[in-house]
């Protein structure tokens, strides 16, 4: 047997279970594993500005291939805590990372030492695992189960922290005959899906309610194939969107009461039947008003994790299953149904979908100085092609870029659902570049969030992490002002200030493209509609030369209020702005008005 230091053995077993990239900072409790990490070799390192910007690093990696996890590290005390906002996110959104931090000497632990924290204690909640070892020969163990955890399951994160004298501690432990333990997923019956199938052959407007679990499971395909032999629409999620590309025409777009489509809403309250697998009924898809979302519907549950299903209500029938495995059988029990003629003609409520879908659209194409919003998503939809990457989290501007850009492949719209804490857009961006380094990544916030983790922007430039990163800047807290309008006040929410430095932002504040400069990056300002797709092209350019992030900051108008129901009913959407009317309204909808 071989004897190691348990850091050393730590490093090994996670090469051995697939990892091939860490994100993190270093610190002294921490720094005998990034001993091992160096002595070992084979595991790429990226060094992060902030501690939670590496954990965000850490999910957009795990988020952009299947199989994939990410790693972020961390010494003691605060790194631990600075992960916690990654952890609660990755939960959440049932995303794999695994976190790991230094400690202070076992025998300090309970005498206040420095940056000595229970941090176990601290990200049990929000963790699958979270454990401090205290014995260094159940380190092998201990990040065997993490893996196994991980993997098994409802997907989600585990933190694993290691006392210094623990990392150093040597102990017998063979790398060469380590082997994973075996992952364990439910898996659906024959008769649980016949069960299931018996409800959308007894229904006249059957929808699929496709949610991130067929993401996770990596079932897009299937979802598709089933979809298409049973001629039902499919209503993706935010977490499920690309499951289906939004031109096939059996998309019906989003539901919801924020990131939900016109169309898609409309089509939903016409449906007598939901087929829900792998999504949560998180509430920006039903609304708070579930009187509303469930009337006159049936509905079937199929997720993987088996508390989900009656969590948000009680379904007609729930499965407890993992998406693939119902999903294969949902296809092999459906190809026998056609075969045998027993499959509905659904040609008129797929064509009533469709005429919805080509009618039913948000004004996007404006002139305004300074811009409106809408016309930025507009001008993405020409810039950025189907294999783009999107990466955002929470705001207006991830509201209306949900409502108005389009997603065409799974993993290539990366948000935050969830937790959505603002800051986690650079980070995650970065996570997902260096997971497909030859993607055409684009990112999007508004200015709050492009502010909260802004350093981050350095590592892209010292690593060479190039994406595109667009910026809407409005100088208010957008989504939290429109927030207060029930409330008649506009509190706290306005963010403009006259620069000294830059007067010709006016009051705009913070020059983003001196920001971005500063930290090694390329940058573009925007002040009109018709420099949008010519800044977007040089952008793309820009970061295939420098192999940076550039950013593009479009200059909006100060207040914009984006379509959304202000009692969180999916059935009472007001639409702040004209909708549109004639094709050239919303000139890339995916069915353009009809002249």
């Known amino acids: 047997m071989a004897r190691m230091t348990a850091a050393r053995a730590a490093v090994e077993i996670l090469k051995r279970e ?46 952009t291939h299947p199989g994939n996890i990410g790693v972020c590290i961390g010494t003691s005390g605060p790194a631990g805590t600075d992960m916690i906002t990654g952890l609660y996110s990755a939960i959440g959104d049932s995303i794999p990372i695994l976190c790991i931090t230094g400690q202070a000497p076992t025998a300090l632990l309970h005498k206040e030492d420095f940056q000595a924290v229970d941090i176990a204690s601290i990200a049990g909640p929000v963790t699958k695992m979270a454990v401090t070892v205290l014995e260094a020969a159940q380190v092998p163990g201990v990040f065997q189960q993490a893996f196994h955890l991980m993997r098994s399951g409802r997907p989600g994160p585990v933190l694993i922290d290691l006392p210094i004298d623990v990392q150093l501690t040597e102990i017998e432990f ?78 019906a777009g989003m539901v919801g009461q924020q990131t939900g489509h016109r169309y898609g809403n409309a089509t939903f309250l016409e449906s007598d039947f939901v087929l829900g697998i792998g999504n949560r009924w998180a509430n920006r898809h039903t609304g708070y008003k579930l009187d509303v979302y469930r009337e006159g519907r049936t509905f079937v549950h199929v997720d993987i994790e088996p508390t989900q299903i009656g969590k948000i209500f009680a379904p007609d029938y729930g499965i407890a299953s993992d998406a693939k495995a119902a999903l294969e059988l949902f296809v092999e ?57 999107y990466v955002t989290t929470i705001g207006l501007s991830q509201i209306a870029g949900a409502q108005m850009l389009h997603v065409y492949k799974p993993r290539h719209w990366i948000n935050c659902g969830q937790a959505g804490p603002l800051g986690w857009t650079i980070p995650a961006a970065l996570g997902v570049a260096t997971a497909d380094p030859e993607a055409q990544v684009v990112a999007l916030s508004g200015d709050y969030d492009f502010q909260f983790m802004i350093e981050e922007l350095a590592v892209g430039a010292q690593h060479r992490i190039p994406y595109v990163h667009v910026l809407v800047n409005n100088a208010y807290l957008g989504l939290i002002r429109q927030a ?46 018709d420099q949008l797709l010519p800044a977007f092209e040089e952008a793309k350019k820009l970061a295939a030369r420098y192999r940076v992030p550039v950013v593009v900051e479009a200059i909006l108008e100060r207040v914009t209020n984006i379509a959304m129901s202000p009692t969180a009913d999916i059935s009472a959407v007001k639409e702040f702005e004209e909708i549109a009317t004639e094709p050239g309204h919303a000139p890339t909808a995916i069915i353009p008005i009809r002249a």
């Open 18 to 63: 697939g990892v091939s990239n860490a994100f993190g900072v270093p610190g002294a409790a921490i720094n005998p594993f990034y001993a091992a990490l160096k002595a070992s070799g084979g595991i790429n390192h990226t060094l992060a500005r902030h501690v939670e910007g590496a954990s965000h690093m850490a999910e957009g990696y795990t988020r």
């Open 174 to 251: 063979d790398p060469e005959t380590y082997e994973p333990l075996p992952v364990y997923k439910p898996a659906a019956s024959r008769a649980q899906i016949e069960k299931a199938l018996t409800f959308l052959l007894e229904s006249e407007r059957p929808l699929i309610v496709a949610g991130g679990g067929i993401i996770n499971a990596d079932a897009s395909d299937l979802l598709v194939e089933f979809a298409e032999l049973t001629n039902t629409p499919v209503v993706p999620t935010l977490m499920g969107w690309g499951t289906i590309p939004d031109d096939h025409e059996l998309n």
């Open 333 to 389: 029990v459906a190809r026998e149904l056609k075969a045998a003629g027993r499959l509905p003609d659904r040609s008129a409520w797929v064509a009533s979908h469709l005429e919805r879908k080509g009618s039913l659209h948000r004004r996007t194409h404006f002139d305004n100085v300074p811009m409106k919003p809408q016309r930025v998503y507009e001008e993405m939809n020409k810039a950025f092609g189907p294999d783009t990457r």
């Open 484 to 529: 207060q309008i029930g409330l008649d006040i506009n509190f706290q929410v306005n963010l403009e200030f006259e620069n000294q430095n830059s007067p010709e932002l006016g009051v705009y504040g913070v020059d983003h493209v001196k920001v971005a400069e500063g930290l090694g990056c390329k940058a573009i300002r925007v002040t009109e509609p």
